[in-house]
C-alpha cells in the first residue's frame, strides 16, 4: 500500500465488505455440488459421444505411452461387471485368440484405429440416469464440427432441447449454448466459455466430465488403474470394457470388439459414498455412430427455436 | 469399497476445514465484485461447490486458495455475462450502520465508493478487489487472475485513474 489514498481506499473496502457474516454448510455445498454436477452432464452431453471420442483417443497415447504390460485380458476387478458375457465376441480364423491379444495397450490402439475411420459421423448418445432423479435424454454430435444437439427431459425442467455450438472469432474460442425449454416456451443464449478469458490451470467445462480424458487415460495407465473389465454383449454388440476410478465412484468405456469403436459409457457416481439406494446416482449412455447426412448435420450445427417461443434472459 | 468411504470422509474432512477459512473472504470479496450479498452468497455457494467436485486438483495447487478465487471471479464474469449484468447495485451496505451526520457523510462517500466500482469492467474491479481487500501483492494478483504483474500494474493504474473522484474526495475529507 502506497499512498494515503490507497490506505484509505483498503480500510473502505474492508469496512464496504464487512457487513454480513456468511457461515457456510458443507451438505449444502456437496448437495449443490452434486446437482450442479449432474445438470453439467445432461446440459453439456458430458456423456456425449464427442467425450468418448476423445476419452478414446486418449487411449492412443496412453498406449503408446506405455508397456502395455497392465495385467492379463479380461482383468474383472469387481462384481458389477465383471461377468464373463456368454455372447463372447466371436472372431474370424484370422484374428488372434482375445484372451491373448486383448491387453490394454492392445485395445487402446485398436480404438485409436477405428477412430482414425470415422469420417465425421454424428454420434448418438441415448443416455439416461437412475436414482433419485431420474432422467433422460439424447445427444447427437458432430465428430466434425464438434458442435451438440440434446433432447432431454427432466423433472426439474421438462422436455428441452439445447444446441452448443463451438465458435472461434478472433482468436477466442467460446461454446455457444442454446436452450429452448418447452415448459414456458421461452428459449435463451449464454456463452458460456471463453479460454482466452480463464486462467490457465481453472475450473474448465470438461472439468466436471466424468468420462474418461485423454489426461486422466493416460494417468490411469500408468499407475495401473485403466483395467478391462470383461466383456458383454450390448445392443447386439460383442464389446470390451475398461474401467477407471474417478474422484466420484468409477466410469466404464466399453468398446466393440469388432470395430472398437465405444458403444457404452457408464459411470457409477458417489457409488459407494451414499449408502442410500436412492441417492446412488448411475449413469449410462448407448452410443450410435451414424452416417453423415444433410439432416443430422443440420439438426446438430444449426439452431432451430420452436415457433412461438420467445426470447429471454439467461437464467 | 470402504476405501473409498474413507477417502471421501477425509476430503470432506480437508475441505470442511478450508471451506471455514476462505468462505467469509470469499464472501466479502464476491460481494465487492457483484454489488448485492444475495448474489454474492449464490456467487459463493457456487465456487465452493466447484471447489469441492474438484478438490483433489485443488488442493495439489500451488495456492489453492488462488485457485479457488480463479474460480470465484469464473462464476462472477459468468453471471455478468447474463441477467445479472442488469442486478442492481445495493445502494448502501446492508451492515447495521451509525445515523449520526458525520457517519452519514461517510455511508455515502462508500456507497459512491461502491458505485464508482461497480463501474469497473470487471478485470479493474477484482484487480481492486484483490490488491486492497485482499492485500495481494501484484504478483500473487497476477496468479489469481491469470496475467503477468505488468497486466496487473496497467489495471490498476487505470482502475485507480478512474476511481479518481473517489479518491479526491477521500483527499478532501481527510
Known amino acids: 500500500m502506497n499512498s494515503p489514498q490507497e490506505t484509505q481506499l483498503s480500510h473502505d473496502l474492508h469496512r464496504l465488505a464487512s457487513g454480513q457474516a456468511y457461515t457456510p454448510d458443507l451438505a449444502a455445498i456437496k448437495q449443490l455440488a452434486r446437482q450442479r454436477h449432474r445438470r453439467s452432464l445432461m446440459r453439456r452431453g458430458a456423456t456425449a459421444a464427442g467425450a468418448v471420442v476423445l476419452a478414446a483417443g486418449g487411449l492412443f497415447f496412453a498406449g503408446h505411452g506405455s508397456s502395455g504390460a497392465h495385467g492379463p485380458a479380461g482383468t474383472a476387478i469387481g462384481p458389477a461387471v465383471a461377468t464373463p458375457s456368454s455372447a463372447a465376441p466371436s472372431r474370424s480364423a484370422t484374428v488372434a485368440p482375445a484372451v491373448r491379444m486383448e491387453t490394454v495397450a ?80 421461452t428459449w435463451y443464449e449464454v456463452t458460456t466459455y471463453s479460454s482466452s478469458h480463464v486462467p490457465s490451470g481453472s475450473s474448465s467445462v470438461n472439468a466436471t466430465s466424468p468420462i474418461m480424458t485423454p489426461a486422466e487415460i493416460k494417468t490411469s495407465l500408468a499407475s495401473g488403474q485403466l483395467k478391462i473389465v470383461g466383456h458383454r454383449n450390448i445392443n447386439g454388440h460383442a464389446t470390451i470394457g475398461l474401467r477407471s476410478p474417478w474422484d466420484f465412484g468409477y466410469r466404464e468405456l466399453w468398446v466393440d470388439s469388432q470395430t472398437f469403436l465405444p458403444v457404452r459409457v457408464f459411470v457409477d457416481y458417489y457409488s459407494d459414498h451414499h449408502p442410500t439406494p436412492s441417492q446412488d446416482l448411475k449413469l449410462t449412455g448407448n452410443l450410435t455412430w451414424l452416417p453423415r447426412t444433410q439432416a443430422l448435420v443440420n439438426m446438430v450445427n444449426k439452431v432451430h427455436i420452436p415457433a412461438g417461443f420467445t426470447h429471454v434472459a439467461a437464467p | 469399497m ?130 486492497y481487500l485482499e492485500g495481494m501483492s501484484e ?18 493504474a487505470r482502475a485507480l485513474g478512474t476511481l479518481r473522484s473517489y479518491l479526491d474526495r477521500t483527499e478532501s475529507t481527510r
Open chain 2, 139 to 156: 504478483r500473487e494478483t497476477a496468479a489469481v487472475l491469470g496475467c503477468s504483474e505488468g497486466t496487473v500494474k496497467s489495471q490498476s
Open chain 1, 106 to 185: 492392445y485395445v487402446a490402439k485398436r480404438v485409436e484405429a477405428a477412430l482414425a475411420g470415422v469420417n465425421g459421423d454424428i454420434i448418438r448418445n441415448d443416455q439416461a440416469f437412475s436414482g433419485q432423479e431420474a432422467s433422460s435424454g439424447t445427444n447427437w454430435t458432430d465428430s466434425r464440427t464438434g458442435n451438440e444437439f440434446n433432447d432431454m427431459t427432466d423433472s426439474a425442467t421438462g422436455k428441452l432441447h439445447g444446441w452448443e455450438i463451438e465458435q472461434v472469432a478472433n482468436g477466442t474460442f467460446t461454446i455457444k449454448l442454446v436452450n429452448a425449454v418447452y415448459s414456458t416456451h
Open chain 2, 2 to 131: 470402504r476405501r473409498t468411504e474413507n477417502v471421501m470422509n477425509g476430503r470432506d474432512e480437508e475441505f470442511g476445514e478450508f471451506m471455514r477459512d476462505r468462505a467469509s473472504p470469499l464472501h466479502q470479496s464476491a460481494y465487492l465484485l457483484c454489488g448485492d450479498w444475495h448474489l454474492a452468497h449464490d456467487l459463493v455457494q457456487d465456487t465452493l461447490a466447484k471447489a469441492y467436485l474438484h478438490w483433489p486438483r485443488v488442493r495439489r495447487a500451488d495456492s489453492p486458495d488462488a485457485y479457488v478465487r480463479r474460480i470465484l471471479l469464473n462464476e462472477v464474469r459468468g453471471r455478468w455475462r447474463g441477467r445479472e449484468r442488469t442486478a442492481t447495485v445495493s445502494r448502501f451496505p446492508e451492515g447495521r450502520e451509525p445515523v449520526s451526520p458525520d457517519a452519514a457523510d461517510e455511508l455515502a462517500r462508500r456507497a459512491g465508493l461502491l458505485q464508482a466500482l461497480h463501474a469497473l469492467p470487471l478485470r479493474q474491479r477484482a484487480t481492486i478487489v484483490l490488491r
